[in-house]
């Protein structure tokens, strides 16, 4: 899968502002990162039981 042009230019984009962090500013900034890809991952799950009707008790 390819990235679309502007995901492009927010890559770059954010790959500039990575390399002005300092080491404790980039590690806390992959915690946070991850914080919430795991919170994202949560949200499709539910909205994923929702929509297929999982998550209704019978």
Not at 11 to 34: D, G, H, I, N, P
């Amino acid at each position: 899968m390819e990235l679309s042009l502007e995901q492009e230019f927010n890559l770059r984009s954010f790959e500039t502002q990575v390399k002005q962090m300092s080491r404790e500013q980039a590690q806390e900034f992959l915690v946070k990162l991850y914080e919430q890809m795991l919170t994202r991952e949560n949200m499709y799950k539910e909205f994923i039981k929702h929509e297929w009707g999982i998550d209704q008790q019978s």
